[in-house]
């Protein structure tokens, strides 16, 4: 078949070889698997054709095990308190139907298809879980019953059994033989020798060549497909289709062709930016998708029944795999068996296994699912498998660390799947020596042992290490690691680690193999030449060994006394050889064999260790010592367990019969160097070092390594102090400390200056205190008290976010389930309730007595942090001088209940006397030197503690014990005394207090007058301190008083001042220049243009969304639900672009400056673009775009700034009153003529100047007064929309170049500005307030002002010459179109129902302001017949047949009758007639009046918005807050209800006039008066889930992208219409120059300008302006209420109604482009504004 087709493989070969593969499966028993007249398609897969076939399998009731084998993108669940460890999961469908109330849940996307739900499995649970699809339950109820009686299954014969295992095996050898001449690595050939030199399997070896392109994880799809287009020179669409496939199956074929010169240089080219390609004979890569097609079909065949059973091709498939390879099955098998000798005579599928790396992406996964499914079927399959993998394993290993280029789809990562269950971890590590294996595997790889791309097996042990070499730099060693951690964590392989000291042998000659790598020493005069980061690579190792550690020395919690002592004497042993350099471990050049010298301390001498860490070498990494550390905690837990006290000190009779004092000084040497390295690069004294020493000393007392590495260390040097007399230790510790002469008194030092030496003697302090005071490594804590300790002295400083607090403690303890029980049990949790706010944790009153500020994971400034919060407590509770008591300790039947002796010690009596003395008697320390404080606090706590444990025994030694011919009681009682010891003088009362208790004799040292005459003088000076301030504060209270009294009396003169129409000058100064702002020089507010389509049409009655508007609430400045529950996510709104109106929407920040400064600031950002070509700007310049210097909006224009008009001298006139003296004005008026040449000749009255393209608009700068340059640059930013959306306007417009053209900016942005603003308020509560206009923001009111001022502005221009004639002739021409008598003249004789009245609102405001209190009620009523004539065009289009019928009416207090208020506005046109009487008959008088007050409402609401923000004064006084919004609001704006339209008859003459016009026009052309309304209701973004991952709950439909059919890789859900699109992803990739994504694409199509998208896979919201985007805080948050971008933490993420409401608002007020801008503005991308 290859030579057939001349190497090339396509859809009609894969075809071919299914087509063969199946029929020699079945051969003449087809009907077994599909009915006869139901053959499947070339090409389909039989599961494919089974799931259409009328052929089903039986339906088991409840199955043992879900097998559910996972899907990419598929979502798994893992409950902490049910799973035995974090890699059991389990799929959703099975988490659903399970009980996990109260547990600690996590989620994760599956990235890459492969493992499987554990569910049903009871080796990986704690206990029952209970599924009722798994559990096996015999009281189960059957499921399916009557289907169940027609599937019955067929049995077949022997020897067609036979024949299909012998089909399924040689197509198992067959891809066994094409894997044989696969190459491991993939390197292309530099010659054509060498190219010809490959082996091939081809007997014709034709010179017929292909180049295979290798998916990786390094390049883009732009920059792939590019590089393709220019090496190749194919086309975008091949490249794109090559790059897909490459990215899809792992690999693709470029090229077949036989000129291999051209095809190599060709490949040589492709490779030039470091992509992976080959080139091999187009024969052997045919061969290679022939393979992958058989492995998709094995696949296949196990999700396929053979006549009704499911298990027979399991079987089958699985017994092939198990079954040995015939040898004779490849020529080049008896070459394969000498490389791979583990293999030879193996199964078959441990040739699989060695020959994975050899595939590519796509088999590897399907091989991965085949292994899966095996596994799973039975406990002797799991075990087999685990066997087959554990005889390869090594090679497995070699291929994982050394040559597979793909890591992440490698066969190593199915250790997981079997290392994790417990039976078959024991049956490995004790048939198989796994853990010998991956022990030998870290030694060789470590070591550099690796020939032949191959680790030597095995290693030999004593070869040393490079950190600099390759093993250091990779991170493939990670898993290798967390391998071991897997098998020692399992209970049954336990048993077998501390068994014995076989495998703790091996284990610590592993860990011996890193002890003291990458030493330090201490640079002396200059610094370090090189800064090496090498020691990154080292802690990444370490961390990943201490773990390793952790986990081995945890095994022996079970083991026996014997085991566990003679584990401890092999680690003890092999540490002293090591240290002693009787083992070739250490390095010689930077390491000596340890020696001991004798020092004299208190006329007493001490053999120790003579080392100096100042001129030595110490390594931070002694993995020996963190296992013995293990080993002692076991120790202790042995001893609490055999409740023996005699038992219970056989640890240290043990440990000191084996090993002498010289020996155990010698084990606890190097940790004891470790901590006095950290003091002294803490005191300063390693700053020649460099940053990597500070480095190293972070990472080892990181919350990520310190209770592994920093904290073991710790507990050894605790551990000395019972096992040796503690005076030895002590003087040990100060030996390196360099402070043994400090401690006698000398306080010189031949290296050190006074401030280094105080570090130094607080970090001894420090460990003394630990040492001595911190019990709880001894004291057998379970890990629920660990987790509780941990946690209160975390939340001791204060409140914490549950990131903050994962910071301060292990992070071994935030993995295990309890952790956040306790955490619940000892905190109060504050829930997140703002848009910027966190949930936090706050600790419990009742647990603030269990903090120790000397808790040993504190830091000096956190020690004094929780030392004030403490005594802050105990002020309020009424103690006076408190004082922080540690808690007496006891830890009875432990050798650890010697510790408290300690404190007796005279070495450490002698420490503490010394340190007082000097630090009180000694010169002061320089500034910046460690706190003098601190140390005494230090100190002073050490005798407290000694005090509360053993007060007697202390008092006496301390009485007793002379230094500098006084003892430590006599300076207690001099420093008491003291003026400048007064911080510590109730401390050291309480000291002498307790001491006096024990010898009386103490009473009589102490100096008790001058104690209270000196507190008596400290009073008085508080007392007239505390005077003193009274009186200041009285003087400054006065003032206070004058200067608020002076303040009311200027603003009562400002207030009876009049106020002007125009601003003339601004309370604010210019935010550029900081100058006062006034006529003398423009200026204008920064403001936003934006194209929008916000706003939607109100749907028809056969749509979904009709009943939103049915149920539309009574009043919408009330809260509205923000959320719909969470089985209700239906969309809210519609994705149609023909139900959303388009305009342009004006916002503004407030913020002002000066036109020059505003032209100034322009040309620095026209710098800077010119200056960062690169970069992507947050401004587009092209738009006119530019930043507010002080808020960062987006802006790109001025908007005018205007007052409110003043209120009029003469009160206006009522309403009929007003209409007549208008009509009166119009008779006596002549015509003007040269404001008709302005007006459009099609009859609307409008005028032409207004229009954002007018041609007539003066070009000249000398035309512009100083207000016109802001008005222009309005004009501007309109005309330029205007320009870009001639399509999206459904107005007639002059055509371009004409007088009148473009949009009409009091309709396109007055109007459309009005009705958006009035949107994003809907469903906002008034709290308090009678008006929701009472709580809007001060810009709102400012943009609409703006826009009036604006309009005004032109006319200026237009009228410069003529201001105040032509402002009285517009005034009378506005007059015209709203009454009805002069529609008989050609300017006006459009109906003006068919007007937008919100347009008429603004023009008015412009040209005649003390219209608008009338005009405001007649635009009302025009704005209700508008609503009826809408209702009866909507019916008439969209019969209401779904419709309930609705008689009862609610309002007719407001409306009256509306079936009178109904005819009487249609009776003047028939058909309008009859439908209102249709309307009347089907729908009902009460649902017409529903949905006339719905879209009356949002009309009403404009009104008021408009006349609050332009004219005030208009507004009456707030009525009951009771009653409706509508009657509020009629009320504020004296509008009479429709109800009393028979009391004013001007209206209803008003009324008659406009619907007779209308009808006029109807009757003649009813297509030009089509009226569509807005829609009424409250504006939702699409409904979420409450729960994120309810998303993935089968709901494959809603994720699945409807271009491309299939389920996204990264999907996005718009959240203005709903729709699921693929983001950043090719498929769905635009055709066109810009190759715009989908996502792009449907934001064109839906919202216009703006797009707002939920990343689900990412849990962050993706905002879309124009060419930019940015991305912020998802909606959802976790039970700790905090966000999780990317759901990193895999915590469930639950829907947070403020922050949807946040988004919400950002998209009604126009501020998605502001937050695109914000977001780019403040960082400078690397690679565009999607690598933010």
Known sequence: ???????????????????????????????????????????????????????????????????????????????????????????????????????????????????????????????????????????????????????????????????????????????????????????????????????????????????????????????????????????????????????????????????????????????????????????????????????????????????????????????????????????????MAKQYPEAHGGSRIDWLFVYHPRLWKRPRLNLKQIYITVLTMNQRNRLSVAVHYANVFHRIIDSYLLVDREAETSIKFFALDLFTVPSVAAHLVRENGVLKRLLAVIAGFFTNQISNKRIIDPPDYTHTMDVEAYPFRSKRYMPIFSDIRYICNNHSVQKIISNGTDSTSKFVTVCAMFMGIQPNKRARGNHVEYESDSWINVFNVTLSLSRVVKAFGEAFASSTQASLFACIEVVMSRIQRVCAMEEARLDSNHYTPISFHTVTFSQTSYKIVDFDVLSGWVSFHNALHWLLAEFFKQANVLADREESKVQSTDIRTFITSHFDESAILQIIEFPLRV???????????????????????????????????????LFLIQTAMILLDPDLILISMLDRFQLRNWMTGDQTHPECEPSHLAGLVEELLFTIIYCVGDPSNAMNLSLQAICRREIIHALAPGPISFTDLCKRVPERLIEEACFEHVLQEVSTFRRAEGVMDTGSYELKYVYFSEVDPFFY?????????????????????????????????????????????????????????????????????????????????????????????????????????????????HLLCRVEAREASKAFRPRIRWCLDRMSEFDPSVHSLRHSPEVKGMDSTIEAKKRAAKARQDAIMKQFANAQKMFLDAFDEDDEDEAHQPQSDQTN?????????????????????IAAIHPSRVIRYTPIPTSPHWNEVLNNPESLDQDDALQSPPDDRDKSGTPSPHSLRFGTYASTCGHMVHYHCFNDYMEAIRSRHRMQPQRHQPECLERGEFICPLCKSLGNCLMPVAKPISKPAKSSSPFPEWLRSLGIELLRSAPDRTLERHQYISGTGEFMFWAAEDTAWPTESSANDSIDDISSTVRAAVAMISRQSVALRIRPEPAYGERGSGLYIPEGLGSYTLSAIEVAYRGTGVHGATLFVDKLPETAGQCIRGIVATLSGIVAVYFRTRRLAALESLRLAIAKRLLPDWTREDLYRHPFLLRDPYAL??????????????????????????????????????????????????HSRIFGSVAILLKSAARHSAALDRTADRLLETLGEGRVEQLLYAHTLPALRALLLFAHSVCPWAIGPGTDTETCEYERILNALSIPFPSELHNHESIQVLLAGWCTHFAQLYTIASGDCIIRLDYPGVYHMTKLPAILDLMWQGNDLALTCTRCNTMPADPAICLICGVLCCHQSYCCRGSDWSQRGECNMHTRECSGPIGIYLLLKRCVVLYLYGDSGSFASPPYIDSHGEIDIGLRRGRRQYLHPVRMEEIRKCWLLNGVPSAVARRIEVQTDAGGWETL
């Open 1 to 335: 078949m290859p030579n057939a087709r001349h190497g090339l493989f396509n859809p009609q070969a894969r075809a071919n070889i299914l087509q063969e593969l199946y029929g020699a499966l079945w051969g003449s028993h087809m009907s077994l698997f599909l009915a006869r007249n139901e053959a499947p398609p070339a090409g389909t897969l039989l599961s494919e054709a089974q799931a259409r076939s009328s052929i089903k399998p039986p339906i088991d009731s409840v199955s043992k095990a879900c097998q559910h084998v996972f899907k990419k993108g598929e979502c798994c669940f893992r409950c902490k308190d049910c799973a035995m460890d974090d890699s059991c999961i389990m799929c959703a469908r099975c988490f659903y139907a399970t009980e996990h109330t109260g547990h600690v849940v996590t989620f994760c996307i599956s990235q890459q298809p492969g493992g499987s739900c554990d569910c049903g499995d009871p080796e990986v649970w704690r206990y029952p879980i209970n599924c009722p699809h798994h559990s096996g339950a015999t009281n189960s109820p059957p499921m399916h019953s009557q289907s169940q009686e027609k599937r019955t299954v067929t049995p077949i014969t022997h020897s067609f059994r036979d024949s299909m295992g012998k089909a399924i095996g040689c197509a198992i050898d067959f891809l066994l033989d094409v894997l044989d001449y696969s190459p491991e690595d993939t390197t292309l050939p530099t010659s054509q020798d060498a190219l010809a030199a490959q082996v091939s399997a081809d007997p014709l070896q034709k010179e017929y060549w292909a180049i295979v392109l290798w998916n990786d994880e390094k390049h883009s799809f732009d920059e792939a497909v590019a590089h393709l287009q220019h090496m190749t020179g194919c086309n975008l669409q091949q490249a794109t289709a090559v790059v897909l496939r490459t990215d899809e199956e792992g690999r693709d074929v470029i090229e077949v062709a036989g000129d291999a010169k051209r095809l190599l240089e060709t490949a040589h080219k492709i490779s030039t930016i470091d992509l992976t390609v080959t080139m091999r004979r187009a024969f052997d890569i045919f061969r290679e998708h022939m393979a992958a097609v058989i492995i998709e079909w094995l696949l296949d065949l196990l999700q396929c029944h053979v006549g009704g059973d499911v298990a027979i091709l399991k079987d089958l498939v699985a017994d092939e795999l198990f079954s040995p390879r015939r040898p004779e099955s490849g020529f080049l098998y008896p070459e």
């Open 675 to 713: 901590i006095a390295l950290i003091a002294q690069v803490r005191a300063g004294l390693w700053v020649r070092n460099g940053f990597p020493i500070r480095g190293q000393l972070v990472h080892y007392r990181d919350f990520m390594l310190r209770e592994l590495c920093y904290d073991q260390d």
């Open 857 to 969: 994971h504190y830091t000096r400034a956190r020690r004094e942090e929780v030392e004030s919060v403490l005594k802050g407590k105990l002020l309020k509770k009424g103690v006076k001088d408190p004082i922080i008591l540690p808690t007496a300790y006891s830890i009875p039947n432990s050798p650890y209940s010697r510790l408290s002796q300690v404190l007796t010690s005279p070495v450490l009596l002698q420490i503490i006397f010394y340190v007082i003395q000097n630090f009180v008697d000694g010169p002061p320390l320089t500034e910046g030197a460690v706190s003098t404080d601190a140390i005494l606090d230090q100190a002073m706590h050490l005798i407290i503690l000694a005090i509360t444990q053993n007060g007697e025994a202390f008092t006496s030694t301390a009485k007793s014990h002379q230094f500098s011919d006084t003892t430590l009681v």
């Open 1065 to 1085: 000058e601004a309370s604010e100064p210019c935010i550029l220049c900081q100058e006062k702002m006034d006529s003398q020089r423009p200026f204008g507010a």
């Open 1401 to 1450: 609102l603004f023009e008015c405001a412009a040209v005649a302001p003390e219209f608008i209190p009338n005009l405001t009620c007649a635009l009302y009523y025009a704005i209700l017949l508008r609503t009826l004539f809408g209702l009866l065009q909507h019916f008439m289009v969209s019969p209401p047949n779904y419709t309930t019928a609705l008689r009862n009416t609610r």
